[in-house]
Structures are given as structure tokens and as C-alpha cells.
């Protein structure tokens, strides 16, 4: 448990974030009911001046960040998370997207001012591009879309770089950054059945099982035109759009898009799942702290 918690302090470090003692059960689940052994384990990790506490927060000794940037990060983060569950609501226009979780820095708590939206958008089976290609349309012309790779663009704009199905809902590896990452996942909106099958795939990273977690997360139903559109394109017609006009499309523009990236990191085009991850510094840090699992990988 002691190394669990000095990984655990190293991978905030990271992200410049202190944690509270709440935070601390909640992002390692094999703390759950063991208050005065993780009580202890901190104390020790005090003494031996490793870890510090600061007004109800815990941090590495001699981080550059303290109690009060933590504070000031967290109420940036509620403006902008105001600004996300807003924009939340037109996902329930979009077809065959099925859901919405948030992701990245914003999920992580470690925001900036010019900090986007990053999502995983789970669509149905068939129908990546179709999906993907409504999706961009509908926040280009809302303005809510990170059009390019520029700071300058990213503040507040959502940036579609993750998109599955549910062959692709688990992702590998299972280290610490993914751990962390999966567990700080907030919904945003969709249909709770597929909410719930992402989490119950994701059931090493002890997520919760019950119900789908909705701190932010937009109730509202499908929309008519959401409807529409999809029986429109659930059959040959949507399988023609989807095979001879999406895809091809899609393709040929990723193929270019991706030869003019420097790729240092993690990049995903096919049927099942589109990501694009160029720069993982986060994940290649950890990559060689395995968590204590019992799924086993699956290649």
C-alpha cells in the first residue's frame, strides 16, 4: 500500500496537484476501509520527510505548487467546467454517438487558462465516421471545436482526439497514468446502458457499478433530429454513407492530417477506434509503474 501511495504522489507531482485525504481514497480503490492504515502510511511518509501536509492537502517535499495553487486551479477549473456542461447539451443532436465522457487535464484537475475539453466519445458500431463527421460539423458552426493544434485555439473548445465502439470501450495498457486517467473520467452526457457497458468493461479500474457517476453529466434525451437521422442511416443507406463517402474521406484527409504530425505518442484509424495522441509524456512516465491488477492484458 506504502508504494501504491508514493506512486500515486509522483504521478500528481506531475500534474502539480496536491491531494486531499479523500482524493486519496478515491483514486486508489485498494484504500477503500482502510482509514488508520493510510492515516499511518502518511504519517510515516511525514516523518521521513517525503510527503508534506498542507492545509488538508498532501504533497511531495519540495514540489514547486502548494495549498494556494491548488485552490486557484480548482476554481478555474468549476468556470470551465460550467462552460463544458453547457456546451454538453448538444450531444443529444448528434447521431450515433452514444456518449460523452470527459477527459484529460480538465478531469484531472490540472487546468490552465488555456486549457481545452478533452472527450472520449463512444459511438455505435458501424458508424465511426458518420458519427465523427456530424460531430465536428455541428461544434464547427457552434464555435465549441479546437480547429487546429494552436495554443491559441484551445481555451474552452472541445477537441474530439478519442472516439470508440464498444469493441474498444478497455484501453491498453493498464499502467498508472491509464489507472488515473480512467478514474477520473466524468460523463457528460448519453445513454445510460452504454454509459454503463463502458464502465463495466472498465471494471479493472474499479470504476463505480451501480449507477452511472452524473456529477456534471447532461440528462437530457436524444434529440428528434438525433432520431431521425439515425433511422435514416441505420440500414443500406447508412451503410453506403458510412463505406463510400465517410470512410474515404476520413481517410485520405487523416492519412495527410498524421503525415504532418510528429508522432511521439499514440495514433489509432480504424473501424473500432480513432485516437490521436501525438505527445504522451504523462503515460511514458509511468509506463513502467504496472498497477496491481488481476485482468490480464489481451494484446
Avoid at 467546467?81 to 452514444?98: A, D, E, N
Avoid at 465511426?128 to 464555435?143: D, G, N, Q, V
Avoid at 474521406?249 to 504530425?261: G, T
Wanted: net charge positive; charged share 25%.
Amino acid at each position: 500500500m506504502e508504494i501504491e501511495i508514493k506512486n500515486l504522489f509522483t504521478f500528481y507531482d506531475v500534474l502539480g496537484r496536491p491531494l486531499t485525504l479523500i482524493e486519496i481514497f478515491i483514486h486508489l480503490p485498494s484504500l477503500k476501509q482502510n482509514i488508520q492504515e493510510t492515516r499511518r502510511i502518511l504519517s510515516k511518509l511525514i516523518r521521513e520527510k517525503i510527503v508534506i501536509e498542507e492545509d488538508g492537502f498532501y504533497r511531495l517535499r519540495g514540489a514547486s505548487y502548494d495549498s494556494m495553487s491548488r485552490r486557484k486551479q480548482d476554481l478555474l477549473g468549476d468556470m470551465k467546467w460550467k462552460k463544458l456542461v453547457k456546451l454538453s447539451r448538444w450531444f443529444r443532436y448528434v447521431p450515433f454517438v452514444q456518449f460523452v465522457v470527459a477527459s484529460g487535464s480538465l478531469a484531472f484537475g490540472n487546468v490552465n487558462a488555456r486549457s481545452d475539453f478533452d472527450v472520449v466519445v463512444g459511438v455505435s458500431s458501424g458508424r465511426m465516421f458518420t458519427a465523427r463527421y456530424f460531430l465536428l460539423a455541428l461544434f464547427s458552426l457552434l464555435h465549441g471545436r479546437r480547429m487546429d493544434d494552436a495554443h491559441e485555439s484551445s481555451p474552452d473548445k472541445l477537441c474530439f482526439n478519442h472516439f470508440v465502439t464498444p469493441d474498444t470501450y478497455e484501453k491498453l495498457p493498464h499502467n498508472t497514468y491509464r489507472l488515473q486517467l480512467y478514474r477520473n473520467t466524468i460523463p457528460l452526457w448519453g445513454d445510460e446502458n452504454a454509459l454503463q457497458d463502458f464502465i463495466t468493461q472498465n471494471v479493472w479500474a474499479d470504476l463505480p457499478q451501480n449507477s452511472v457517476y452524473d456529477t456534471h453529466r447532461n440528462k437530457l434525451a436524444p434529440s428528434n433530429v438525433k432520431i431521425i437521422l439515425e433511422k435514416l442511416l441505420k440500414g443500406s443507406l447508412g451503410e453506403f454513407v458510412e463505406q463510400k463517402i465517410m470512410r474515404p474521406i476520413a481517410m485520405k484527409r487523416l492519412e495527410k492530417y498524421i503525415a504532418n504530425k510528429e508522432n511521439n505518442g499514440r495514433v489509432v484509424v480504424s473501424d473500432k477506434e480513432l485516437e490521436f495522441h501525438f505527445n504522451l509524456n504523462y503515460e511514458k512516465r509511468f509506463s513502467d509503474t504496472a498497477t496491481s491488477l488481476s485482468c490480464e492484458d489481451c494484446g
